[in-house]
């Protein structure tokens, strides 16, 4: 697991570049976290008192990218990738009997649609509204940033009980 295998955020941008190189600077970091395991390492639950998997939370990154980015801010009918809740959990950390290659290839197409999406507002200080609110692309961004670094620290601790790879 190398950092080359990311692009680092902008250091000095518009408001717009900054947050938009942040999120696929997060992006590509549970990617790197994700580099060179194996669908069984994937799926290992290596956290005993969790039941969040890498691959979990490549499936969930899917999930977040569509609800943001296609059904709040372009007001998309679409569907959970990975519907419904299992006891009481969202179905997208159960991943016993998964598929990883649709689980990438999902996630990655659900990133690039959203970048289109982001791209087609023309400020991001235009909103829309949803269920009664007003949500602006600014907000958006910003919640996914954080959306991912959480998680993404859930993915250090995931890959080091793995296989002891470590790195930020």
């Known amino acids: 697991m190398t950092d080359d ?4 955020p902008f250091k000095v941008a518009d408001d717009r570049s900054s947050l938009t190189s ?4 997060q992006r590509a970091t549970l990617a790197m976290k ?4 194996t669908g069984e390492q994937l799926k290992r639950r290596t956290i005993p ?8 939370l490549v499936r969930h990154a899917a999930s977040v990218e569509r609800s943001w980015f296609r059904l709040v801010m372009n007001a998309e009918d679409v569907k959970p990738p990975w519907p419904g809740e299992v006891d009481g959990t969202f179905a997208e950390f159960h991943v016993q009997d998964a598929d990883v290659d649709e689980a990438f290839e999902v996630w990655h197409e659900e990133c690039a649609r959203a970048r289109a999406v982001a791209a087609s507002f023309n400020s991001l200080d235009d909103t829309v509204g949803f269920r009664g609110e007003t949500i602006s692309l600014r907000y958006v961004l910003t919640h996914m940033i954080e959306e991912y670094a959480r ?4 993915a250090d601790l995931l890959r080091e009980a793995i ?3 470590v790195g930020e």
Do not use: E, P
Not at 22 to 25: A, E, K
Not at 151 to 154: A, K, V
């Open 163 to 165: 296989d002891g790879v």
């Open 22 to 25: 942040f999120l696929d600077y």
């Open 49 to 56: 008192t969790s039941g969040i998997t890498l691959l979990g």
């Open 5 to 8: 295998q990311r692009t680092h």
């Open 34 to 37: 994700c580099a060179d395991l």
């Open 151 to 154: 998680h993404n620290g859930h």
